[in-house]
Nanobody, 127 residues
């Protein structure tokens, strides 16, 4: 079992930066791939970024490549999403997700591949 709590969301202006945090607890966290997803009103939940449990493999959605960076600090049981050059279209509820993976380099990218989810944190980018 893994519990996830996101924080760091807020209201910012276009071009600003924001860092989201996801605090994890549970015995298998260190062997979990971690992902960030987002869901805007009326839209499906979409993959934003993911990182393997060994921290080596990172995937990003095309829409955020070069602007967002995912990282993990296993000493703090925390995963981060650094977001730069934010755009109004980045406005959404951002969710942290975790999935136990036996292989250290696997990064699931679909919502139904993750069993554990946080409650979400709102990010609003004004133009």
């Amino acid at each position: 079992q893994v519990q996830l709590v996101e924080s760091g969301g807020g209201l910012v202006q276009a071009g600003d930066s924001l860092r989201l945090s996801c605090a994890a607890s549970g015995r298998t966290y260190s062997m979990c791939a971690m992902g960030w997803f987002r869901q805007a009103p009326g839209k499906e939940r979409e993959f934003v970024a993911g990182i393997s449990w060994n921290g080596i493999i990172r995937y990003y959605a095309d829409s955020v490549k070069g602007r967002f960076t995912i990282s993990r600090d296993d000493a703090k049981n925390t995963v981060y999403l650094q977001m730069k050059s934010l755009k109004p279209e980045d406005t959404a509820v951002y969710y942290c997700a975790a999935e136990f993976t036996r292989a250290p380099v696997v990064v699931p990218t679909r919502p139904n591949e993750y069993h554990y989810w946080g409650q979400g944190t709102q990010v609003t980018v004004s133009s």
